[in-house]
């Protein structure tokens, strides 16, 4: 690798804030904010949503439309339109 050119790869704590819960992941990201976390100081970078708080991970999500693909397709195209077999 060349010396110079890559990010400053860290740990940073990562805040949801929604559900009040922090991951220390390693990332590139440059922020001024610091927190500490049980003696260390880490980068800190508040989220508005994560898998801790996104419906889809938490299994809140709500299914709105019932029907598939193919029962739509079937119900849009069937009937009048169709070639009849003589």
Not at 60 to 70: A, E, I, T, W, Y
């Amino acid at each position: 690798m060349k010396k110079g050119i890559h990010p400053n790869y860290q740990k940073i704590a990562f805040h949801d804030i929604a559900v009040d819960k922090y991951f220390i992941v390693g990332s590139t990201l440059k922020t001024a904010k610091t927190i500490e976390i049980e003696g260390i100081i880490y980068p800190y970078v508040a989220l508005d949503i994560s898998s801790q708080s996104h419906p889809f991970y938490t299994g809140k999500q709500k299914m709105l439309q019932s029907d598939g693909r193919v029962a739509l397709f079937n119900r849009r195209f069937s009937g009048s339109n169709s070639k009849k077999e003589v």
